[in-house]
């Protein structure tokens, strides 16, 4: 008869504890480090940035095609401006640097449609300002301004609550007296314009 083999134990191994084990890995060899610094290669060139767009009545402005963004609206509105040769209705509208833009039709008389009104009432009502000192109150840009010096007022002057709303060519003109922050509700007689 052939001896039994002993019997094979039923218990696993034990493991060691963690934090004990043994890494089996070697360590890696540390990389000299460089005594000169490595050239770097050259960057790529950013591409060049495309010119930004802007507002329609901003670009008027800008070429100098008019002299305020409120002139701007008010000749985009009335279809004096053509953008590419096609008609532009918003002033919002964004145009490129390069894109053609042209004004058509008569050139505006008055830096402000209040000129055109105010031209059509003393007109209307035979209304003579010639040599006489008048008082624009709430002038703004200065439309009622420029058609009263047109019609040969000695001298305006230009009261308005707000601030640089009133056009270049009117603020640096010798016959122009211009008041700004002022409130016309709160001005006494004699106040702005002398007796």
Do not use: W
Not at 82 to 94: C, F, Q, S
Not at 120 to 148: M, N, P, Q, W, Y
Not at 173 to 182: A, F
């Amino acid at each position: 008869m052939r001896p039994r083999p002993p019997p094979r134990s039923t218990r696993r191994p034990r493991r060691p504890p963690p934090g004990r084990r043994r890494s089996r890995r070697r360590p890696r060899p540390r990389r000299p480090r460089p005594s000169a610094p490595r050239p770097s290669a050259p960057r790529p060139r950013r591409p060049e940035p495309t010119p930004a767009r802007r507002r329609l009545d901003h670009e008027l402005v800008r070429r100098g095609l008019v002299a305020s963004r409120e002139r701007a609206r008010q000749e985009i509105v009335a279809g004096r401006v053509t953008v590419g040769g096609a008609p532009a209705d918003k002033p919002a509208r964004l145009v490129d640097a390069g894109e053609p833009i042209a004004l058509v039709g008569p050139a505006a008389r008055f830096v402000s449609r209040g000129g055109e009104k105010l031209d059509a009432a003393l007109e209307r009502f035979e209304v003579d300002v010639a040599g006489r000192r008048a008082l624009d109150a709430g002038a703004s840009t200065g439309g009622f301004t420029d058609c009263l010096l047109q019609r040969g007022a000695a001298s305006v002057v230009a009261v308005d609550v707000g601030y640089g709303q009133i056009h270049e060519r009117l603020r640096h003109d010798p016959r122009v007296e211009v008041r700004e922050r002022v409130n016309v509700r709160m001005l006494r007689s004699g106040a702005v314009v002398p007796a």
